[in-house]
């Protein structure tokens, strides 16, 4: 995204930015403005942070139970499998072998006409639009909003 575009309406969260956000990265700017883009993941995303942030928060020095509570109150609006299954096959050849776990963000994006929100750069071969959190944050900016 450059500085001339303009913000997205939504967009499809990865794992590694609801992360950040839960363990206090810069992601949470983008959650908290009121001019932030409304966000949405898939359920098997909300299930692989589960996995993965007591651990994650614990290497943190924070506390598992606050970070997991947090996750249940982030604003995200979780979408599940029925959503994005049908386009399962498109999003394992989209993604390919760079990260073949990543395939439900990629198949939320192409079910929902999406870009995608993530620092990650396997979704860079996609051909899906992808937003890093630095270049909301600056959009965010260029709309007035404080982050």
């Not at 590694?16 to 359920?43: E, W």
């Not at 509570?69 to 979408?79: G, S």
Request: hydrophobic fraction near 45%; include cysteine.
């Amino acid at each position: 995204m450059s500085s001339t575009t303009s913000l997205p309406l939504a967009v499809v969260a990865d794992a590694n930015v609801i992360v950040s956000a839960l363990i206090g990265g810069r992601a949470r700017l983008v959650f908290a403005s009121a001019l932030g883009p409304t966000c949405i993941g898939a359920t098997a995303v909300a299930d692989e942070v589960l996995e993965h942030l007591p651990g994650i928060a614990e290497r943190r020095g924070f506390d598992p139970t606050l970070v997991t509570a947090a996750l249940a109150v982030i604003p995200i609006e979780w979408r599940p499998a029925t959503a994005y299954l049908p386009f399962r096959s498109d999003a394992e050849r989209l993604i390919g072998t760079r990260d073949p776990d990543d395939w439900p963000t990629v198949a939320l994006a192409l079910a929902t006409s999406l870009p995608i929100w993530s620092q990650d750069k396997d979704f860079e071969a996609t051909g899906i639009e992808i937003h890093t959190t630095g270049e909301l944050l600056d959009a965010i900016r260029a709309r007035g909003g404080a982050t």
